[in-house]
């Protein structure tokens, strides 16, 4: 097990460097100011409190600041967080760098892409082979280094082709037992479905949302784009209607974020295997964190609930 913020017990003191994502503002009750600080190592991310700030602490504090602190992890509302108890900003003699606290995902680019090139020659509708062709030549630098998203899951280098590629490999064995699926309509929708976050999220380092992200989102984006790109392609039919649908739909629901809810068969598909990828993804990365016979913190992406890591192994 790696040590680092991730796997420091909540009890335990905590000393080393980590790199600020993000810094809010605050007052106390008795009018003191205070930072609220998002810490991150390859490990994992971590909530901070500094209190009782100075206008120094403020200039210091940024995001993609690397500082070296010392602090002790306490529980706040069934979640870890760091008190700071001293700290300060990283120095060119201490030899650290940003990408030394980015957490990568644990495929290499190099395999992602092996995998992707291999979906696509599996296609047989040229309709749909001919857009996943164009939009990866189009996106395929930011598509192998950009994260999934900014929490919850696969927020990390190379999270969004990640996903993307585990959810190729639930897709082929589903299609397996229901052979009735129409796997190229479902590989195309599992590839495209998120490329919108290529415009909605800001990058890889202190990811967060674009303009266009907190406006407009990643799904009206995207269902515009194959559009666009079908028009560039001249390609018309049913195929870039129901794609586009696909899109708009794969969050399942209006109050996750669907304008509209699946009305085709591998569109329900889609939403299922979006959901469980990003739920496992959840679940594994948090229960690599306890130890057997420990629960993890409590994940507000998982109804607020906290998992229980069993003691016996499988055999």
Known sequence: ??????????????????????????????????????????????????WDT??????????????????????????AQLKILSFRPSQPTDDVHVSDFVEKAPIEKEELTEKLTEAIF????????????????????????????????HEYVSGLAHHIVSMLAIARELHKLYPEMNKDLLYAGIILHDLGKLKELSGIVTTS?????????????????????????????????ILQHLILSHHGKAEWGSPKPPLVREAEV??????????????????????????????????????????FEEK
């Open 122 to 153: 599996e296609m047989q509708n040229p309709t749909l082979q001919r857009l996943v062709r164009a939009f990866i030549r189009k996106y395929q630098e930011d598509l192998l280094v950009y994260p999934a998203a900014t929490k919850n899951h």
């Open 270 to 311: 889609l939403h299922l295997i979006d959901l469980m990828d990003a739920k496992l993804n959840m679940m594994n990365r948090a229960l690599s964190k306890v130890k057997p016979g420990e629960f993890t913190e409590r994940m507000f992406a998982m109804d607020n609930r906290s998992f229980y890591k069993p003691i």
């Open 1 to 50: 097990m790696i040590k680092g913020i991730g796997t420091t017990a909540i009890g335990e003191s905590f000393e080393g460097y980590m790199l600020i994502k993000d810094v809010i503002k605050g007052v106390t009750s008795n009018g003191k100011p205070f930072l609220t600080l998002m810490l991150r190592d390859k490990t994992g991310e971590i909530e901070a409190k500094l």
């Open 54 to 79: 100075t206008k120094e602490d403020e200039t210091v504090c940024v995001p993609e600041q690397i500082i070296k602190l010392a602090g002790e992890i306490n529980q706040f509302r069934g979640k």
């Open 209 to 241: 949302y674009t303009l266009e992200g907190k406006l407009l989102g990643h799904i009206p984006m995207m269902v515009e784009e194959i559009g666009l790109m079908a028009k560039d392609l001249q390609i018309e039919g049913e195929e870039v209607t």
